[in-house]
């Protein structure tokens, strides 16, 4: 039997933290057909708060150092303001939307990172997804908004990078649901160079990526993304999609991005 | 047929900001056998986060005022903070639980306050329920915990009051399940002095309620709970008790509390 088509849509970048393209986004998220979850983050406005509670941030590999005062900032950010906002401007457009963070329902099993020389604090790593949760949800036909918050056995919440839950909620509803697995911001897809939009890639497989990485031939922050994207296609995922958050609908029929495959 | 027994439990006053009463809460909240959803405020956190931020708070009738800036406040610490510190701790503690506001699948239908002559701000007031939503939810054996958090239809967030959320969820809800609505916060219920415990109350009928009213025999500061109260069982609540949330099977065993019948 065919699988169902979801498709799972990551938006970061510069998109969230800035009113025109945030609206610009959700109205492009809104006329994407079918099954759909969303997942944000929203880095800026975390650190904003902070800054003005003066608490000190330190990012180091692209994770924040994440001490208790740090994680309260984030999930009322993260789970509180923009989750919120996001959800009832979704459904003030008439799709119907529920918001979420790994917590609920222990939908997410994590675990607090520990890394062999540097302490992140409580920053989680992602263990398993609970499918049958997300795929009773969406037979309700919600759409889902997901913020990326988890939590350990214990109750302890933990900060989580959002590409990662994006990544691996695709993985594991792969086996029920046939995904498409976006990551969408503020550029036209893969860059070679960070500063130049023309250096787009319009379509990249492993060979070609491994070989760009040992020529240094492509811009090191798309790694992470990219290491993240091959990874999701070998565990089943159908095809993943980096580009432009203000088209989405160009995005997944192929008009525009980058397509891993 | 007999209509399966639900519990709805508001839970506030002190209890929220002081990390040993709500673990207590939350211990005795676990023992309770049955479906039930559980009803947050968090008043004082928001307050004191409003304070760190400079942004001044004014108290009307018991109602925030609720500029742009105090409804981020508000919808950070309901909606992120306690709402997810709530869910993690009662996961932990092998409780199904998902955090719900009432943006989420716009299940809560509101308008912003349209007083006379107090301006408000962005202060909801409630509508409808979407009963179906709370019953596939809790047809999931999900736990439901709720803050106090609304739209309108254009998508515009509400700071609202939990006594009234309870109350209104209750009464939607006593159409399809048997409804205890339970009051819960740091006193043993209805005081006619609110200094003296040994003022207690443990039952009190509409004409009883009217009586001390006249009479003012009874601390002002109860007696918009007792309205919401004999509203809620007028619309069909089975019953509602205010008492001490430290031991709510007590409460719920008549063992302790006011009854309110």
Chains 1, 2 share one sequence.
Request: hydrophobic content about 40%; aromatic content about 6%; proline content about 2%.
């Amino acid at each position: 039997m065919k699988k169902e088509p979801l498709y799972i849509i990551k938006v970061g970048g510069n998109i969230i933290d800035d009113e025109e393209k945030l609206n610009s986004f959700l109205t492009s998220f809104v006329h994407v057909k079918g099954k759909k979850i969303l997942v944000h983050g929203g880095g800026k406005i975390a650190t904003k708060l902070a800054e003005e509670l003066n608490i000190p941030q330190q990012m180091v590999d692209g994770r924040r150092i994440t001490n208790s005062e740090t994680l309260k900032v984030a999930t009322m950010v993260y789970a509180g303001y923009i989750n919120k906002q996001i959800v009832a401007t979704l459904n003030s457009l008439q799709v119907r939307t529920l918001g979420l963070t790994g917590v609920d329902a222990g939908f997410i099993k994590a675990h607090k990172i520990n890394h062999p020389s540097i302490d992140f604090g409580f920053v989680g790593e992602v263990d398993a997804v609970d499918t049958n949760f997300l795929l009773s949800l969406i037979t309700l036909d919600l759409t889902l908004v997901i913020a990326p918050i988890t939590q350990d056995e214990s109750g302890q919440l933990l900060n989580t990078n959002a590409d990662t839950i994006a990544q691996e909620i695709a993985k594991a509803m792969s086996e029920k649901m046939e995904i498409t697995l976006v990551y969408s911001f503020e550029k036209k897809g893969v860059l070679k160079d960070i500063d130049d939009e023309e250096s787009f890639i319009p379509m990249i497989n492993l060979s070609c990526f491994e070989k760009m990485k040992e020529e240094h031939t492509i811009f090191a922050g798309m790694i992470p993304k990219l290491d993240n994207a091959f990874e999701a296609i070998g565990a089943g995922v159908n095809k993943v999609i980096i580009g432009d958050a203000s088209n989405l609908q160009e995005l997944l029929d192929g008009k525009s991005g980058t397509v891993i495959c």
